[in-house]
């Protein structure tokens, strides 16, 4: 192991935990679930044994490599199996190395295909193992390798495994794991490794004319609704305007016309709810984040309806209410409007960074468009910033694994001071430890929540501030995620105590005492 390197006394008691037996461990971000994972791999290659670490993207990848490589500066074959490598180089890598660390989609190709055999391998490490669940790859694999081998062991790794014990069983079942070993932030022997982290939640109050902007769409999206609804093929119901709502009026109406249902109000039913589909994702805009941002996505309906793309955004452009909705909006920007939260946002960087000049800041935000916007914003207050994507697509623009992983460089030797990042900053990256997080918006997921916070509180104190529109979405998903979180926590301990064969009043329980503490 490398010769500056002390393990924690928690890292020493999990890798105790987890040594002998196929174990899903949740640990926060930020407190060396990979460094745990490289102690159980040195007594492995120790041995002479092959260690497989699967991560889900390329630059967790070669994060993982380097970390393998520091804390253990002996092993010389360690190698790294990704698409990119061309599959007669795979197989030789598999044949002449004791770690790979590999992509999992390429990994079960090539055991479909019978250019690896799972069973040459003493310990499967899985990475973001919350991601064990459904047709994802790692389910594929873990399968395969359990089956396959007589004596598998398997390692998940996780800082969140979800809120729903459905799906905490679901990944351990998955895994093949027979035992869960995990820690919160306030634990005993993990306490004093970390700092305090300040949650707050800012509220600010949607003003009059952005308002009237969301009272227009509102009004068209009943309209939609309404009309659907009265065609007979969709349920009327106290929630028939929200996003869940409408997705599965989606999938029941795709489901009548695969089955070869013809009517023509199907179609204009199909029609409606695609419309109000997007009519709904033009009123969390507004509510949620600016109108600037609205006003790029009107425009890319526009576009879509004149390139003859759908027929719902071509139907849409022609409705009033959303016709007055786009031309207030135009007209408030045009007079200097903006949500009251980039206001804020402003006022609570540029504190930071009066406060503190060296100071490193994340802010994360769900849309794309949101965030190139923040960055010109907080680049124009003498901010400097950049904007942290996920990969492009044909539909939308973004950035390489390559480009990712070279903008986490810039922002670790402090070539700029904010990190504008979509739910990408969130898994797994190394990205460095931050002085302010904030939650541009609330997020309804535990997974992201408890991700999103560990970026900041791990070598000094941190804060997190996440905004608030009152009286909107807003305040629904900001205590959703609350109880998703307190769930999730519940869950572990019950979970742990059905493997242990115990009764969870047994297990003596963690501390816990606020959102910070995973």
Same mark, same amino acid.
């Given at each position: 192991?490398?010769?500056?390197?002390?393990?924690?006394?928690?890292?020493?008691?999990?890798?105790?935990?987890?040594?002998?037996?196929?174990?899903?461990?949740?640990?926060?971000?930020?407190?060396?679930?990979?460094?745990?994972?490289?102690?159980?791999?040195? *007594?492995?290659?120790?041995?002479?044994?092959?260690?497989?670490?699967?991560? +889900?993207?390329?630059?967790?990848?070669?994060? %993982?490599?380097?970390?393998?490589?520091?804390?253990?500066?002996?092993?010389?074959?360690?190698?790294?199996?990704?698409?990119?490598?061309?599959?007669?180089?795979? &197989?030789?890598?598999?044949?002449?190395?004791?770690? &790979?660390?590999?992509?999992?989609?390429?990994?079960?190709?090539?055991?479909?295909?019978?250019?690896?055999?799972?069973?040459?391998?003493?310990?499967?490490?899985?990475?973001?193992?919350?991601?064990?669940?459904?047709?994802?790859?790692?389910?594929?694999?873990?399968?395969?390798?359990?089956?396959?081998?007589?004596?598998?062991?398997?390692?998940?790794?996780? #800082?969140?495994?979800?809120?729903?014990?459905?799906?905490?069983?679901?990944?351990?079942?998955?895994?093949?794991?027979?035992?869960?070993?995990?820690?919160?932030?306030?634990?005993?022997?993990?306490?004093?490794?970390?700092?305090?982290? @300040?949650?707050?939640?800012?509220?600010?109050?949607?003003?009059?004319?952005?308002?009237?902007?969301?009272?227009?769409?509102?009004?068209?999206?009943?309209?939609?609704?309404?009309?659907?609804?009265?065609?007979?093929?969709?349920?009327?119901?106290?929630?028939?305007?929200?996003?869940?709502?409408?997705?599965?009026?989606?999938?029941?109406? $795709?489901?009548?016309?695969?089955?070869?249902?013809? %009517? +023509?109000?199907?179609?204009?039913?199909?029609?409606?709810?695609?419309?109000?589909?997007?009519?709904?994702?033009?009123?969390?805009?507004?509510?949620?984040?600016?109108?600037?941002?609205?006003?790029?996505?009107? *425009?890319?309906?526009?576009?879509?309806?004149?390139?003859?793309? @759908?027929? #719902?955004? $071509?139907?849409?452009?022609?409705?009033?209410?959303?016709?007055?909705?786009?031309?207030?909006?135009?007209?408030?920007?045009?007079?200097?409007?903006? %949500?009251?939260?980039?206001?804020?946002?402003?006022?609570?960087?540029?504190?930071?960074?009066?406060?503190?000049?060296?100071?490193?800041?994340?802010?994360?935000?769900?849309?794309?468009?949101?965030?190139?916007?923040?960055?010109?914003?907080?680049?124009?207050?003498?901010?400097?910033?950049?904007?942290?994507?996920?990969?492009?697509?044909?539909?939308?623009?973004?950035? !390489?694994?390559?480009? $990712?992983?070279?903008?986490?460089?810039?922002?670790?030797?402090?070539?700029?001071?904010?990190?504008?990042?979509?739910?990408?900053?969130?898994?797994?990256?190394?990205?460095?430890?931050?002085?302010?997080?904030?939650?541009?918006?609330?997020?309804?997921?535990?997974?992201?929540?408890?991700?999103?916070?560990?970026? @900041?509180?791990? %070598?000094?104190?941190?804060?997190?501030?996440?905004?608030?529109?009152?009286?909107?979405?807003?305040?629904?998903?900001?205590?959703?995620?609350?109880?998703?979180?307190?769930?999730?926590?519940?869950?572990?301990?019950?979970?742990?105590?059905?493997?242990?064969?115990?009764?969870?009043?047994?297990?003596?329980? !963690?501390?816990?005492?606020?959102?910070? *503490?995973?």
């Amino acid at each position: 192991m490398k010769d500056d390197f002390t393990p924690r006394t928690y890292q020493r008691t999990l890798m105790k935990e987890v040594r002998d037996r196929s174990s899903l461990l949740v640990l926060p971000t930020g407190l060396g679930k990979t460094i745990i994972a490289a102690m159980l791999i040195d *007594e492995v290659v120790e041995k002479d044994q092959t260690v497989l670490f699967v991560a +889900p993207t390329k630059p967790l990848l070669e994060q %993982h490599v380097d970390t393998i490589r520091d804390f253990i500066p002996r092993l010389e074959n360690v190698t790294r199996v990704s698409g990119s490598v061309s599959p007669e180089h795979r &197989i030789t890598r598999y044949q002449d190395n004791n770690v &790979i660390v590999a992509t999992p989609q390429t990994v079960r190709n090539d055991v479909e295909e019978r250019r690896f055999d799972p069973s040459t391998v003493s310990l499967l490490i899985v990475d973001e193992a919350h991601r064990a669940t459904g047709d994802y790859a790692y389910t594929a694999l873990t399968r395969a390798y359990n089956e396959r081998r007589d004596d598998p062991q398997v390692l998940g790794l996780t #800082a969140s495994p979800g809120s729903e014990k459905a799906k905490i069983r679901e990944i351990i079942e998955n895994l093949g794991a027979d035992y869960l070993a995990y820690r919160t932030r306030d634990d005993d022997d993990v306490k004093e490794f970390t700092h305090e982290t @300040t949650i707050d939640f800012q509220e600010v109050e949607l003003q009059p004319g952005p308002k009237d902007v969301r009272t227009f769409l509102k009004s068209c999206l009943e309209d939609k609704v309404d009309e659907a609804t009265n065609l007979g093929y969709v349920k009327d119901n106290k929630s028939k305007y929200s996003r869940k709502t409408l997705l599965s009026y989606m999938q029941s109406l $795709q489901k009548k016309l695969d089955n070869d249902e013809k %009517h +023509p109000r199907l179609f204009q039913s199909l029609s409606l709810v695609a419309q109000a589909l997007k009519v709904q994702h033009a009123v969390t805009l507004i509510e949620s984040q600016g109108l600037q941002p609205l006003l790029e996505y009107i *425009e890319s309906l526009e576009e879509e309806a004149e390139s003859g793309e @759908t027929k #719902a955004a $071509q139907k849409l452009m022609e409705d009033g209410y959303f016709q007055a909705a786009s031309r207030l909006a135009k007209n408030l920007v045009d007079n200097g409007f903006e %949500h009251p939260k980039m206001d804020r946002l402003r006022d609570i960087v540029n504190d930071q960074v009066d406060a503190s000049p060296d100071s490193k800041i994340i802010v994360f935000t769900q849309f794309r468009d949101s965030a190139h916007w923040i960055t010109d914003v907080l680049n124009d207050e003498g901010v400097p910033s950049k904007t942290f994507l996920g990969q492009a697509s044909k539909k939308r623009s973004g950035l !390489s694994q390559g480009e $990712q992983s070279a903008l986490l460089d810039e922002f670790r030797s402090e070539d700029f001071t904010c990190l504008v990042s979509t739910s990408v900053g969130e898994e797994g990256l190394d990205i460095p430890d931050v002085d302010l997080v904030v939650f541009y918006e609330p997020v309804a997921s535990a997974i992201r929540s408890v991700q999103r916070r560990g970026r @900041t509180g791990r %070598h000094s104190e941190g804060e997190v501030i996440t905004l608030i529109t009152k009286d909107t979405r807003d305040e629904g998903i900001r205590w959703a995620a609350h109880h998703r979180e307190k769930s999730m926590r519940q869950a572990l301990k019950d979970i742990q105590a059905e493997l242990l064969g115990e009764d969870a009043h047994d297990v003596e329980p !963690s501390p816990q005492k606020n959102l910070g *503490e995973f």
